[in-house]
């Protein structure tokens, strides 16, 4: 029963992880289209007078943040969604065939895991870190009255729609962050797992060792006994 469980609780992550990172991805594409194909992420801008004569302000981006930071999250919710689908069917599978993974085959499961539990960490600190920088641009550092979110309902005359970023940002981050918490919870099971393999192991060979010795030493008993000790 406890095998039961800790398979059915391994094969239930994956599936859970794979919804969380389809949740991260669509947003970031939305947002990208909406965009452009500008990147949201680490853009830097500033408040300025539309002219002289006008106390207008309008918001002028200085720098878009680089492709490479949205691409590479994109790629990681994907990577992460394919292989959560991946694992989630040969998880079932074992189960429904009643096998159980190898020694070999668990500790590859282990580093995949802490790879993408790596990834998936790196993907959502850019994200939050990234989105912070873009939040601070378009506030003037907190000095604006209007916060983030109440910004993506006033047009910022960039020629792209804003209407949803903070939403979309802000969706992309839980998915990201509680995908990274599932992450951490399979690897934390696949270590476990590695450990329970070990220790069985370590178990068998002790089983065995002591085998070889008790059959070795009822070999050895006929021969240390004297052949007159039954004459009397």
Known sequence: MPCI????ATATLPSTKGALKGRARLPLSENGDDFHGKCLLFTRGMWQNANMTVAKQRFIVEEWGPQSSCRF???VGIASLVLSAVQAWRIFFHLCKGHDDSYFSAFV???ASLFLLFTGFVAST???VGFNLWCDSVTDGG???SSCEDIQDTDLELGLDNSSFYDQLAI???GLWSAWLSWLGLTTLAFLKVYRNY????LLDSLVHEKELLLGHASRRPSDEDPRSGII
């Open 143 to 145: 000095t604006m009255p």
């Open 73 to 75: 999250v994109t790629v």
């Open 199 to 202: 220790r069985q192991q370590d």
């Open 126 to 128: 850019i994200t939050s």
């Open 5 to 8: 469980a800790f398979n059915c």
């Open 172 to 174: 992309a981050q839980f």
């Open 109 to 111: 499961n282990l580093l």
